[in-house]
């Protein structure tokens, strides 16, 4: 993705915050990837953004319950909302919107995680996590 160099004034907590949290990565990337979550969340509100065992990823504020996972749901329901709603009844018709939003904003990052986790299998999962043969634990 191209890049534009634009020139701001930041505030110094917020630089501080920036430098605190960044780790290993760039302060440049760091300050992107805010602002594109940041402007996600006001273009749906009740979308969240947290930190996963694979990554940041859109979740349903006030839950553990990533986007895509409403949405793989969805589908398998012939995208009926009435049925979702019987599908996923520990969240509200407001977070169902919300994560349905989401989608609509941005298929295909929503898109590639369900095919992503799609090719889970548990062949795919043993290999990743069985023990070598012949050792013993």
């Known amino acids: 993705m191209s890049t534009v160099q634009r020139s701001f ?6 630089l501080r915050e920036i430098e ?4 290993d990565k760039a302060a440049n990337a760091l300050a992107n990837e805010l602002l594109e979550e940041a ?8 979308i969240i953004f947290s930190q996963g065992i694979t990554g940041r990823r859109a979740r349903i504020a006030g839950t553990g ?9 969805y ?12 599908a996923l009844p520990h969240l509200t018709e407001r977070q169902l919107v919300a994560a349905l939003s989401y ?20 062949k795919t999962v043993e290999g990743r996590f069985s023990l ?3 050792k013993s634990r």
Do not use: F, H
């Not at 004034?9 to 917020?14: D, Q």
């Not at 989608?103 to 992503?116: G, N």
């Open 65 to 73: 319950v990533e986007v895509w996972e409403v949405v793989y749901e």
């Open 39 to 46: 402007l996600k969340m006001r273009r749906c509100p009740g």
């Open 9 to 14: 004034r930041i505030k110094e907590p917020i």
């Open 20 to 23: 605190r949290i960044r780790e």
């Open 132 to 134: 070598s043969k012949g």
């Open 75 to 86: 589908r398998i329901v012939g995208k009926d909302v009435k049925a979702l709603r019987k």
């Open 103 to 122: 989608y609509q904003a941005y298929p295909d990052e929503i898109d590639e995680l369900i095919l992503s986790n799609e090719a889970v299998t548990s």
